[in-house]
Antibody
Framework: QMQLHESGAGLVGPSQTLSLTCTVS??????????WGWIRQLPGRGLEWIGY???????FYNPSLRSRVSISGDTSKNQFSLRLSSVTAADTAVYYC????????????WGPGTLVTVSS | IVLTQSPATLSLSPGERATLSCRAS??????LAWYQQKPGQAPRLLIY???NRAAGVPDRFGGSGSGTDFTLTIDSLEPEDFAVYYC???????????FGQGTKLEIK
């Protein structure tokens, strides 16, 4: 059973870059079976898909965030990361790392989430 | 594609049947999933590809629908089923995902 856990700064200043890492246990992100990425939950409930990546380096981003987002993986550490640049208060959210399997269009595994607040 | 869930809140008693709706702004493929979220927890995948239960999901949870209208049905509600439910779709020709705004299932 795959387990995920997010880590990173909980407070980021406006216009700075948000950086989070997801540590995976129970299976390898280098497996051909998985795509790994990020989803956030904005205040008041709304869930927003940010993007995901594959072991080949291919990345897929939400068009609304594409200019500011980067997702990358470190297979040696079994981790993957999110960078979101030029953040504003609107980026305040709970950020989840999540994994989907192969051709499935749904996310099987989720981390517990981490709150990131954008504020000076 | 916008997903609209209804009702926003559904008040039922344990043992009753819950019917939750998810309507898409245009016809979508079979890439429709449902999640359950309890307070302070991450969403949990229940149903994928309209009607397939994820591993470990009880068979009282069922999904159906096609085109623009989809339904999550929960037969004989258990106390642990009271939570917020989200639908999610992936666009047919591109890996873009969107979620509905959620339905809160509360104890009556």
């Amino acid at each position: 059973q795959m387990q995920l856990h997010e880590s990173g700064a909980g407070l980021v200043g406006p216009s700075q870059t948000l950086s989070l890492t997801c540590t995976v246990s129970g299976d390898s992100i280098s497996s051909s079976a998985y795509y790994w990425g990020w989803i956030r939950q904005l205040p008041g409930r709304g869930l927003e898909w940010i993007g995901y990546a594959y072991r080949t380096g291919d990345t897929f981003y939400n068009p609304s965030l594409r200019s500011r987002v980067s997702i990358s993986g470190d297979t040696s550490k079994n981790q993957f990361s999110l960078r979101l640049s030029s953040v504003t208060a609107a980026d305040t959210a709970v950020y989840y790392c999540a994994v989907k399997r192969g051709v499935m269009a749904a996310f099987d595994y989720w981390g517990p989430g981490t709150l990131v607040t954008v504020s000076s | 594609i916008v997903l609209t869930q209804s009702p926003a809140t559904l008040s039922l008693s344990p043992g009753e049947r819950a019917t939750l709706s998810c309507r898409a702004s245009q016809s979508i493929s079979n890439f429709l999933a449902w999640y359950q979220q309890k307070p302070g927890q991450a969403p949990r995948l229940l149903i994928y590809e309209i009607s397939n239960r994820a591993a470990g999901v009880p068979d009282r949870f069922g999904g159906s629908g096609s085109g623009t209208d989809f339904t999550l049905t929960i037969d004989s509600l258990e106390p642990e089923d009271f939570a917020v439910y989200y639908c999610q779709q992936r666009e047919r020709w591109s890996p873009k995902y969107t979620f509905g705004q959620g339905t809160k299932l509360e104890i009556k």
